[in-house]
Structure formats: structure tokens, C-alpha cells
């Protein structure tokens, strides 16, 4: 049987990222992460990706969803989720479009995918032991 998995929703602002961030590794650590601080960076760059691009043009910042959860004893998945505008250019973008070709160099799969309701879900696995 699978642990429990960690789940965690918050508004999308740049003051939430680091308690979460802190949260996943702390999960990742107690359940084995080969790298628990690669997951740690890897959700941050996905959480803020979620923070700045997913709600621009919102009056209040939305939600985001962040799932941690052990699959098998040598799997660690988290999911990113969020309801904003999803995958669309910014051509004001303040970021230099590195966060996403990192997060797939730090995790062994990696997945983005527009959510039938709207905005965007990154799905992330990490080896442990």
C-alpha cells in the first residue's frame, strides 16, 4: 500500500511557493527521493511558472494544486496544477523560458498537457533510493 499522498492548495502568489516547496521536499525526503532537493527546485520552477503566467490579466490571483505521491517504491510523482489561461504565448513575458527545460532535465518524466477545464497541468516523476 502507498503512503499518503501530500496535497496542497494555494493562491497563486509569489509568497506561497516556498512553504510549499519546502513541504514536497520534506515529503520526497521521508519517502526516498534519490534527490530530494531536484524536486524541490523542479516544483518551484513549476509552481511559479503556475504563479506568473497562469493568471495574468486576473483580478485575484487563482488556484493552484500541488500533488506529491508515491507511486511504487522507487517512484515519486508530483502533479502542478492550475486553472488559468493555460499554455498560450506572453510576448511580455518576464521570465527567459528556462524554468520548463529544467524541470524536465531534473525529473526522470515529465509531462505538460492543457486540462479539459482549463489552464495547465505538469506532471513530474523522480526516482528514489
Known amino acids: 500500500m502507498n503512503p499518503p499522498a501530500l496535497v496542497r492548495r494555494f ?9 510549499v516547496r519546502h513541504e514536497v521536499r ?24 503556475a504563479v506568473v503566467h ?3 490579466g486576473a483580478s485575484e490571483p487563482g488556484e493552484i494544486e500541488v500533488v506529491a505521491q508515491c507511486l511504487s517504491d522507487d517512484v515519486i510523482e508530483v502533479l502542478v496544477c492550475d486553472e488559468g489561461r493555460g499554455m498560450m504565448p506572453r510576448p511580455d513575458s518576464p521570465g527567459l523560458g528556462l524554468g520548463l527545460p529544467l524541470v ?9 498537457e492543457a486540462r479539459s477545464g482549463g489552464g495547465t497541468r505538469v506532471l513530474m516523476a523522480f526516482a528514489t533510493g
Do not use: C, K, M, W
Open 26 to 49: 520534506d515529503y520526497a525526503e521521508e519517502h526516498g527521493a534519490a534527490n530530494p532537493n531536484a524536486i524541490a527546485l523542479a516544483v518551484t520552477e513549476a509552481i511559479t511558472n
Open 54 to 56: 497562469a493568471y495574468v
Open 104 to 112: 524536465a532535465t531534473l525529473s526522470e518524466r515529465f509531462e505538460v
Open 11 to 19: 493562491s497563486a502568489r509569489p509568497d506561497q511557493i516556498a512553504a
